[in-house]
């Protein structure tokens, strides 16, 4: 399986919060689903809402080729302290990501990807390094 996610944007710690999370998946995807022959491309945006920038999925059947792609506010997202950014970019991101992976036509194209395995395996990997929490953990440093 070809797995990336990348980040766009204009402040707070997201592009932080992602390159650590990237760290944590890619290798534990490759080494689990690279017999999969698709593409899921996350995109995390953080910008101001004054870009009215739109969040949304987009499967192309001819490359296989499943992109996430959502939009948080800059103006939230800078107000909050780095634990609290990293919990509310997992949950989003987790919502995102079953909504893409529930693509009708990306499921009839992959039926040797367990979707439910797939998302838990996310979620355990990263939980086992701090991500899909349950609650901010406020006993952590408080950094913004």
Known sequence: ????????????????????????????????????????????????????????????????DLTIDFCVSLEEYKNLYKIEQKFELGKILLEWLNKGLSNKNFLKNNPSLNVKDFINDIENWGKEKGWFVDEVDYSQELEF
């Open 1 to 64: 399986m070809d797995f990336f996610l990348t980040t766009d944007t204009s402040g707070a710690r997201v592009g932080e919060l992602a390159s650590e999370l990237r760290h944590i998946l890619y290798p534990e995807i490759e080494k689990k689903y690279s017999g999969i022959d698709a593409k899921i491309g996350i995109v995390i945006r953080c910008l101001p809402n004054s870009y009215n920038r739109r969040s949304f999925t987009r499967y192309l059947n001819v490359k296989n």
